[in-house]
């Protein structure tokens, strides 16, 4: 499986992760290629840790870079 060249993950799918993700939300990608080739994908989701989900709940996004600093700087603020 190819890593993803795209920062951001946008969730579309948190069945069984109803705590953990929320649908339409945007969540920066943590680098891991070894997640990557089993189709994971690791992000900081709601409970502030970082943990691998399977791809197929999100879509990979990315956004001109005034948007990616504004979204990095709110995802530390949080």
């Known amino acids: 499986m190819r890593v ?3 920062p951001f993950a946008l969730c579309i799918d948190n069945t069984g ?3 953990s993700l929320i ?3 945007v969540y920066p990608i943590l ?3 070894q997640a990557a080739r089993d189709e ?3 992000i900081v989701d709601e409970s502030g840790e970082d943990y ?4 197929n709940c999100f879509v990979f996004v990315d956004f001109p ?3 990616r600093r504004k979204i990095l700087a709110l995802t530390r603020a949080a």
């Open 4 to 6: 993803s060249t795209k």
């Open 17 to 19: 992760y109803r705590a």
């Open 23 to 25: 649908p339409g939300k």
């Open 31 to 33: 680098p891991d290629p």
């Open 40 to 42: 994971l994908v690791r």
């Open 52 to 55: 691998l989900y399977h791809r």
């Open 65 to 67: 870079a005034a948007v």
